[in-house]
């Protein structure tokens, strides 16, 4: 059964970095497709980024273009999210997410099996 761990979310000033952290296990990490999405309080989850599985391929939500950068490292099982210039709207619980192909990842989040805990990012005025 595939497990999935976030971390690095916390409070950031508007205009502030973070940067996530997802690791995986009891799958095939290497062969899948590696996703970042995010749900805000009466919202639905929504992806942010998703990239393939030799990173090769990325894909992100037009809100997070230019500000966001996803990347994984195949070796130590784990896919990142690099979060910069921060706005409010940005304040979300952050799940990865891990499918077979980076397409079920664009469909949507009812087709992806295999979710983290979320991570909680708050950004401040």
């Known amino acids: 059964q595939v497990q999935l761990v976030e971390s690095g979310g916390g409070l950031v000033q508007a205009g502030g970095s973070l940067k996530l952290s997802c690791t995986s296990s009891?799958?095939?990490?290497?062969?899948?497709?590696m996703a970042w999405f995010r749900q805000a309080p009466g919202k639905e989850r929504e992806l942010v980024a998703g990239i393939s599985w030799a990173g090769s391929t990325t894909h992100y939500a037009d809100s997070v273009k230019g500000r966001f950068i996803i990347s994984r490292d195949n070796a130590n099982s784990t896919v990142y999210l690099q979060m910069n210039s921060l706005k409010r709207e940005d304040t979300a619980v952050y799940y990865c997410?891990?499918?077979?192909?980076?397409?079920?990842?664009?469909?949507?989040?009812?087709?992806?099996?295999?979710w983290g805990q979320g991570t909680l990012v708050t950004v401040s005025p």
């Open positions: 009891g799958g095939t990490f290497s062969a899948d497709a």
């Open positions: 997410a891990q499918a077979d192909t980076l397409v079920t990842v664009v469909a949507g989040a009812k087709y992806l099996r295999f």
